[in-house]
């Protein structure tokens, strides 16, 4: 802390000063003393280099403001004259006008004494004061009978914090956990299996060359300020989305028109069949708002699902109260859902220990052990994510478009080793489609661990460990540092010189994403349905192949499912066998909870986290 | 009188002269806010647009005076992101970082004091050096491990005594005050022992020079006893320095609980002074420093007048230069 290096600085000047002091007589003492004090003084406050400069006058105030006696005064006055005489001018010129000096020095005698007593005062105040919270604390426990009991709230603590709830222009998926389905609900809803159910319509079909699509909605649906929605709503938010191109937008590919044909249907026209549509409309792009209302987007949220946001401290937490006016079925089963933020894993854990959250996701593996080992008052486990670790290599890059230095990046690295030191709970993940998107396919077998061949190939490319490739890895400080220390020592004995640059997110944003200005680099990509990332060449992989190009659009206007699965298996296939990056492993969270807790979802719930099932049985004494 | 103008003056000087460093210097940093908006998966356009909406694709020239129109209105600006007035922002926060610098200036005052007092007018060479090693070690402990290990000890839940809770702030703030004091008693301490450290070493020094001083000689030759002249006589000439010292660490401690906050984590201005700047919402993080800035200024100006205060000296010196 710099005030500790400050202290050091101040000990080393006054200590050099004390010497001079012993060389005067006694009687000079008392002025030369005065000149140390306010030299050290003015040193501190830096404020008034002056006043070291005329010290026989202060010198002369310090004693007349201590000292009792007049005469020894007058004494040491003179005594500090004839060490220098043309001071002594100045003490003779003040020591009139000194009264006050004299008086206020005496008022404060009887306060040094109460200055001492108020700082043992104010400790006994703060002792006495955490006393009473202490046994008001323990007193709260005591009493009442043995019953069970549903809390009227539950608090669950999270990770990253959305800092606004614009959610048509933020980014971020800790905004879709809070809102999505919560707060605003969709034309259609995804369950913990990523996949598609109804939402606010309950009903779809579409034509048979998948470009029309019709929604029947549900009826009786209002918002939490009591207007009515229907598909007016709907249409008017879509085509707000579209025109005001908000967050995701792009998402919404061959979109054409949407109308509401009446109040209860709404039509949906694209220009060539999209595969993805539905699960899309499941997300952001299909969420409905109010036409009517008009509210600061940013700090608050008119919807029309089970919960409105009561309270939210950007950062902090946010405080969900049931939505009284809530027409469906997902009705709340807890009246105050609060959500708090924890940016320290040691702080979460230790409010899920103290009580003062009932769940945490995601919990840390490493520091979930005490909850796993009291299996009676807590439950541990584990939910699939769309997360992926994806370790691009820049396929453009100077040192990295050599297709045999990926290559060999992919055989070294020990994909198990690394999920073994976070934990255990992470999937090894050998593509770019991880197991809850369309078109999973299991692809760790493409690149073994493998040394030896590793080496073999980047020989063929001219390095050995003692010649090795000087490679710079550039990722976001929110992943720790660990992983990039595994991933040097991995690759070191394959003839690769890893540096390891963590940076702050934004910086990864340009440097990275924007400028494409990177050999290697980490970061999780947890949005699901996100393949069209390799299909685009602007994208910061720098990555292009015409035939997942193809798969891809082929796989977009497939008629089935089934057909767009395969589709998209066989262009997750071709990505890998490139190595334009390697899948260090597909995360998945890990959730503690209190043994009470009961309906919280595991899958997803970073992204998608419905509360209105969520709730904690207390067994009250 | 004269002083204070004076004073007053170089304040403003100084503050205009920050705000344009702390402008030019957040505009160095990689990324912008757009960029943090707009996320992973945007194309460029939407990042362009965002830019736009924010007005970030004006002039710097253009950016920093429509800033600094606002400050001299008193108005320091809405966030870009959180879309919220960025002095209630701040206040927010400080109602929880000023109440943990008081309390942790109480209990570094407390042990800083007291132990730096007694430590002077020990006299056995063994308990002296046994409070030297005190001071020192005091000042050592990482704040983050000394942090972890009260909350080891006290925290509830986890203490060995589990009394006290170890993080967070009570929803309804101070409206709930039992609460939320006790949620500051852990972070007080955690700040105030280390400090204390410190603020023991100062009034030992300032202590000690008195001590050597003729005044001490003066007061002890009034039949003063010499633990009674350190008391009344000594105890009154080294509070001027004593108040130097608090008054920087008090200021300093706006940055230095930042670490603390998030380790109990507590919405406090250094916690959200890390979050604005890591999601580059620089209106923000500059308005925050801005007012950090003045803080710091104005805590120097108010212990130079209180210096004025406490030591007549000083008044007298600048008099006696000007006739």
């Known amino acids: 802390m710099p005030t500790n290096s400050g202290a050091h600085g101040e000990n080393d000047a006054t200590d050099n000063k004390t010497p001079g002091t012993n060389e005067n007589e006694t009687a000079a003492k008392v002025a030369g003393g005065a000149v140390n004090a306010t030299g050290v003084s003015a040193n501190v406050s830096d404020t008034n280099a002056k006043a070291a400069g005329s010290s026989a006058d202060i010198g002369d105030s310090g004693v007349n403001t201590d000292a009792h006696d007049n005469s020894s005064v007058k004494a040491s006055k003179n005594a500090a004259g004839s060490t220098d005489e043309t001071l002594n001018a100045h003490v003779k010129g003040v020591s009139g006008g000194n009264a006050s000096g004299v008086n206020g020095g005496k008022a404060g005698k009887g306060k040094k004494k109460g200055w001492i007593w108020a700082i043992v005062a104010a400790v006994v105040v703060v002792a006495l004061i955490v006393a009473f919270v202490v046994i008001r604390g323990n007193q709260k426990v005591s009493d009442g009978m043995a019953r069970m009991h549903k809390s009227d709230s539950v608090t669950v603590g999270l990770k990253l914090a959305p800092t606004n ?235 990295t478009s050599d297709v045999r230095v990926r290559q060999a990046i992919r055989y070294a690295i020990g994909h198990k080793q690394l999920i073994a030191s976070r934990g255990g709970a992470d999937k090894p993940l050998g593509g770019p489609i991880p197991s809850l998107d369309p078109g999973y396919e299991d692809l760790t077998g493409l690149y073994p661990h493998n040394v030896d061949k590793a080496k073999a190939l980047m020989k063929e490319a001219d390095y050995t460990p003692d010649h090795p490739l000087e490679l710079r890895l550039t990722y976001a400080n929110t992943y720790g540092t660990e992983l990039g220390d595994q ?129 904690c049985m207390t067994t009250v004494k | 009188m004269r002083f204070v103008i004076r004073r007053f003056l170089l304040f403003v000087v100084a503050l205009l002269a920050i705000s344009v460093v702390i402008f030019a210097a957040l505009r160095i940093l990689p990324g912008d806010v757009a960029s943090v908006m707009a996320g992973l998966n945007a194309p460029p356009e939407r990042v362009a647009q965002l830019r736009s909406q924010m007005g ?163 007061a002890m030759a009034c039949g003063y006893t010499r633990r009674q002249a350190a008391l009344k006589v000594g105890l009154r000439l080294a509070t001027p320095q004593l108040v130097s010292v608090v008054g920087l660490m008090s200021a300093g401690m706006i940055t230095g609980v930042m670490v603390i906050e998030n380790l109990f984590a507590l919405p406090g201005i250094g916690a959200g002074l890390v979050t604005d700047l890591g999601n580059r919402d620089l209106i923000a993080v500059q308005s925050e420093l801005f007012m950090l800035a003045a803080f710091f200024l104005f805590v120097g100006f108010l212990v130079d007048l209180l210096h004025r205060f406490l030591d007549p000296r000083l008044k007298h010196a600048v008099q006696g230069g000007v006739q």
């Open chain 1, 165 to 399: 709830l614009d959610i048509r222009n933020q980014s971020g998926s800790s905004l879709d956990q809070v809102l999505v389905g919560n707060v605003y609900e969709g034309l259609v809803a995804r369950d913990s299996n990523n996949k598609v159910v109804p939402g606010l319509a309950k009903s779809w079909e579409k034509n048979a060359d998948g470009t029309s699509y019709t929604f029947h909605l549900n009826r009786g649906m209002n918002f939490s300020n009591g207007d009515k929605l229907d598909a007016n709503d709907v249409a008017w938010s879509i085509n707000e989305l579209m025109t005001r191109h908000y967050h995701d937008s792009e998402s919404l590919m061959n979109f054409k028109s949407v109308t509401a044909t009446d109040a209860d249907t709404v039509k949906l026209d694209l220009t060539a069949p999209y595969a993805n549509l539905l699960w899309e409309l499941a997300c952001r792009p299909g969420l409905v708002f109010d036409k009517n209302a008009n509210y600061d987007m940013k700090t608050q949220a008119v919807g029309s699902g089970p919960y409105t946001v009561a309270k939210f401290v950007p950062n902090d937490s946010i405080t969900l109260k049931a939505n009284p006016k809530y027409w469906g079925e997902h009705k709340a089963k807890t009246p105050t859902i609060v959500l708090r933020y924890f940016g320290d894993d040691n702080a979460a854990v230790n409010a899920l220990k103290s009580g003062d959250v009932q769940v945490l996701a995601p919990v840390t593996e490493n520091l979930a052990e005490p909850f796993v080992k009291d299996s009676e008052h807590y439950r541990v486990a584990a939910g699939d994510d769309t997360d992926k670790y994806v370790l691009a290599m820049n396929s453009k890059g100077v040192k």
């Open chain 1, 487 to 615: 991933l040097r020592s991995q690759l070191k004995p394959i003839g690769i010189d890893l540096k390891v640059n963590v940076v702050e997110f934004s910086t990864w944003l340009q440097d990275v994403l924007k400028n494409k200005d990177y050999d290697l680099s980490m970061v999780d990509h947890n949005e699901s349905h996100d393949f069209s990332q390799w299909t685009q060449d602007s994208y910061y992989y720098n990555y292009s192949n015409q035939k997942v190009k193809e798969y891809y659009n082929y796989a977009m206007a497939a008629s089935s499912d089934s057909q767009r699965d395969a589709l998209l298996a066989k262009a997750a296939r071709v990505v890998s066998e490139d190595a334009p990056a390697d899948w260090l492993f597909n995360y998945r969270i890990t959730t503690a909870m209190k043994a009470g807790v009961q309906g919280f979802p595991l899958n997803l719930n970073q992204t998608l986290l419905p509360l209105y099932n969520v709730r």
């Open chain 2, 56 to 218: 970030l694709d004006r002039p710097l020239v253009v950016q920093y005076f429509s800033w600094l129109g606002g400050l001299l209105q008193g108005n320091f600006g809405t966030s870009l992101l959180t879309g919220r007035s960025i002095s209630s922002t701040v206040a927010m926060r400080a109602s929880v970082t000023f109440p943990l610098i008081v309390l942790g200036l109480i209990v570094a005052l407390a042990i800083g004091l007291t132990l730096g007092v007694v430590s002077t007018l020990a006299t056995r060479p063994a308990v002296r050096s046994a409070f030297h090693f005190i001071a020192i070690v005091g000042g050592a402990i990482p704040a983050l491990w000394g942090g972890l290990l009260l909350i080891l000890l006290f925290g509830r839940g986890t203490g060995l005594l589990d009394v006290l809770p170890s993080q967070g702030f009570p929803e309804a703030g101070w409206g709930n005050f039992g609460s939320a004091l006790a949620s500051l008693v852990l972070p007080a301490l955690t700040v105030g022992i280390i400090d204390g450290a410190s603020l023991m070493r100062y009034t030992r020094s300032a202590l000690g020079d008195v001590m050597n001083s003729g005044y001490m000689d003066q």
